[in-house]
């Protein structure tokens, strides 16, 4: 970590003929450019998409994922108690299968998104994300693209529930519910709930890849990763 800071004190503070006498004392390749530290981080994320965010747009990539696996909402949790207790326990497994259908669905469809999303890090951002925590990237990543990933992701939960039967599944099971004798009757904005889920479970699947990169020299995959995150080490 001092290593890190030594090297972009450098950059920022010492003329042409000083920093070329302290390269001279540095390790070969000991020194990246801003372009070079600022494309690793872009690379460690992309693997992060490729590598981890792939897998929750397979079949059961959020249902069978207990890192990201989505959980009624609270105000649904009474309904699907309710019903298993009278003997309706598949149509309440169906029920919360159904959502996570819709989010390995939308998943599918907005990947490149993310992808996207990472072109802009500039070698600042890069800077503070290098010398940051073991999630950094990602929190990034979060503060900067969720209300426009949320934008974009939840018209694809409303097609995916069309899609995948969610919402003809909710509409009879919550009906079902309804028609309970002294129940309190439920109508939750499930399209918004799952939208959310969905997005943490992506950021959840990215922040472990960048952990791995950070923490493991065996998942730097590329030389550019190994000489940027050699920097943090």
Do not use: H
């Amino acid at each position: 970590m001092k290593k890190v800071f030594l090297i972009l004190v450098i950059f920022q503070f010492i003329g042409c003929a000083e920093l070329q006498q302290v390269v001279n004392q540095l390790p070969q390749g000991g020194v990246l450019s801003n372009e070079q530290i600022a494309n690793g981080l872009k690379e460690a994320l992309n693997q992060g998409i490729k590598k981890q965010v792939s897998k929750l747009t397979l079949k059961d990539g959020y249902y069978k994922n207990e890192l990201v696996k989505i959980l009624l909402p609270e105000e649904l949790q009474k309904v699907d108690k309710t019903l298993r207790s009278i003997g309706l326990s598949k149509l309440a497994d169906e029920g919360l299968k159904a959502i996570n259908r819709a989010a390995e669905d939308a998943v599918s469809e907005s990947t490149p998104i993310f992808v996207n999303a990472i072109k802009n890090i500039s070698f600042t951002d890069a800077k503070n994300i290098l010398i940051g925590n073991d999630n950094a990237a990602t929190t990034y990543l979060t503060t900067n693209t969720q209300t426009a990933l949320y934008n974009k992701f939840n018209p694809v939960i409303k097609k995916s529930f069309s899609k995948v039967g969610a919402d003809k599944i909710w509409k009879d099971l919550i009906t079902r519910y309804n028609n309970i004798p002294f129940t309190k009757s439920v109508n939750p904005d499930l399209t918004d709930y799952v939208t959310n889920e969905a997005l943490q479970g992506v950021y959840t699947m990215i922040a472990i890849e960048e952990k791995e990169i950070r923490n493991k020299v065996s998942s730097r995959t590329t030389d550019l990763l190994k000489r940027v995150f050699a920097l943090q080490d």
